[in-house]
Nanobody, 128 residues
Framework: QLQFVESGGGLVQPGGSRRLSCTAP????????IGWFRQVPGKEREGVSC????????YYTDSVKGRFTISRDNAKNTVYLQMNSLKPEDTAIYYC?????????????????????WGQGTQVTVSS
């Protein structure tokens, strides 16, 4: 089964930057729409940013527009989330998820929260 491994989280000061990485060992991701999601205690999981398989279509939730950038590196079979100008409210556990491109779009990937098993995620804490 497709299982993502997220990395790159940690403690960062407000206004700082962080780059998250997402891989799925044993799978080629070019047939999938990939999304970054986040969750904080007491709140539902939120779609942050999603990207189509062709790198041409992306979606960002309003709270991160202009600050976050999602990208793919097909050679490394990795999806990244570059997070700039981080705010304390960005603090969360960040997860990856995917759907086959034939059944979803970048926007739908983020808006319709996937079900099923999630990986461990990576903790991002924005604090001074």
């Amino acid at each position: 089964q497709l299982q993502f491994v997220e990395s790159g989280g940690g403690l960062v000061q407000p206004g700082g930057s962080r780059r998250l990485s997402c891989t799925a060992p044993g799978f080629t991701l070019d047939s999938y729409v990939i999304g970054w999601f986040r969750q904080v205690p007491g709140k539902e999981r939120e779609g942050v940013s999603c990207i189509s398989n062709n790198d041409e279509t992306t979606y960002y939730t309003d709270s991160v527009k202009g600050r976050f950038t999602i990208s793919r590196d097909n050679a490394k079979n990795t999806v990244y989330l570059q997070m700039n100008s981080l705010k304390p409210e960005d603090t969360a556990i960040y997860y990856c998820a995917a759907r086959l491109v034939a059944i979803t779009s970048a926007k739908a990937m983020c808006v319709i929260i996937p079900v099923g098993s999630w990986g461990q995620g990576t903790q991002v804490t924005v604090s001074s």
